[in-house]
């Protein structure tokens, strides 16, 4: 994310993400303007090779035209850029322009206004494609908000005070399988080390 747009890592083909962001923004009323191929023009003007590279220039006629009644020369702003780039790893990115960053510069309140409405579509746009990072991360640190720490920190301290090996192998036991209990409610599974006793 930037000061000019934010995005996601999507989990689908480079191909798969043009069709499916392409769809997702039908759905919130923006046509394609334009479709630039900067990897095929970068490859055709300069022989140089780089990852597939779009930017989708998007439009929502009748936001566009309410923009254009309060501010004629806000075209030099439109349409709104959507990028679908993969990474040299193999990632393909999603990557929307922030209309609230790059229309302030008309420091309207009507402009302003618009650009909280667009600004909602693309969100609900990225929302749509889902499998992201993003995505990902927000559900760990709900999963995260649902462990309690507490009942884990007093396993641990009952592990340590106990003085039998027996009894501490017990509650050791006891402890990995709360751990993977955890760790499967947050979607995933324990593997190798647990992070609290190093067992």
Request: net charge negative; with cysteine; charged share 25%.
């Amino acid at each position: 994310m930037t000061k000019y747009g934010f995005g996601k890592t999507v989990d689908m083909s480079f191909d798969d993400a043009i069709a499916h962001v392409t769809q997702a923004l039908q759905g919130e009323g923006f046509g394609i303007l334009a479709d630039i191929d900067v990897a095929a023009t970068m490859k055709k003007k300069l022989n140089q090779d780089m990852p597939p590279y779009r930017i989708l220039g998007a439009c929502n006629p009748p936001l566009a035209h309410r923009a254009l009644e309060s501010e004629p020369t806000i075209g030099l702003l439109l349409p709104c850029n959507v990028v679908v780039r993969q990474d040299e790893a193999g990632a393909v990115h999603v990557e929307f322009m922030d209309p609230n960053a790059v229309l302030e510069l008309v420091n309207k309140p009507e402009i302003t206004a618009l650009a909280s409405e667009v600004r909602q579509r693309l969100e609900r746009v990225s929302a749509a494609l889902g499998g992201s990072e993003e995505a990902r991360s927000a559900q760990t640190d709900e999963a995260m908000a649902k462990v309690d720490t507490r009942q884990i920190q007093a396993s641990m301290e009952k592990i340590q005070q106990a003085q039998d090996p027996q009894e501490q192998q017990r509650l050791m036991r006891e402890h990995m399988q709360q751990m993977r209990e955890t760790m499967r409610s947050m979607g995933g599974e324990m593997h190798g080390k647990c992070m609290c006793c190093g067992h």
